[in-house]
C-alpha cells in the first residue's frame, strides 16, 4: 500500500514538473496534481494494457514508439476530465509531455529503488 502512494506521489510530481517544461501544459496545484496522478494510475492500470493491445501491430511496427501516443492520448482524457484544474493545449503538447513524463519516471524509478524495496 505504501508503494502504491510513493508512486502517486512520484507521479504527482511528476506532472507538476513536466507542467513547469511546457506551457501548454497546465495543472491548479498539488491538488491537481494528486488527482490527476491517482486518475493516470487507474487509467494506467485499467485502460492502457486494452488500448496496448489493440494498437500491437502498430506498437511493433514502430519499435514500442506508438506507446507514447498511448500515455499522451490518456494524459490528455484525464485532463479533458478534470476541467479547468488540469488542461493541455493540443495532443502535441500531451505527446512531448508524455516523453518527457517516461524519462523523469525512468530517472526516479532508478533514484528511488533502494528506498522501496
Do not use: Q
Not at 492502457?48 to 500515455?71: A, D
Not at 476530465?81 to 488540469?86: E, H, P, Q, R
Request: aromatic share 14%; glycine share 8%; proline share 3%.
Amino acid at each position: 500500500m505504501l508503494g502504491c502512494f510513493f508512486y502517486i506521489v512520484v507521479n504527482a510530481a511528476v506532472l507538476l514538473i513536466t507542467g513547469l517544461i511546457f506551457d501548454g501544459f497546465e495543472l491548479s496545484g498539488w491538488g491537481a496534481a494528486f488527482i490527476a496522478a491517482v486518475l493516470l494510475g487507474l487509467a494506467n492500470t485499467l485502460v492502457r494494457p486494452i488500448l496496448v493491445v489493440l494498437t500491437l501491430p502498430v506498437t511493433v511496427l514502430t519499435l514500442g514508439i506508438f506507446i507514447f501516443i498511448i500515455n499522451a492520448f490518456l494524459l490528455y482524457f484525464i485532463s479533458f476530465l478534470m476541467g479547468d484544474a488540469f488542461v493541455i493545449d493540443h495532443f502535441g503538447t500531451a505527446i512531448l509531455a508524455a516523453v518527457v513524463m517516461a524519462l523523469i519516471n525512468a530517472l526516479l524509478n532508478l533514484i528511488s529503488k533502494p528506498f522501496t524495496s
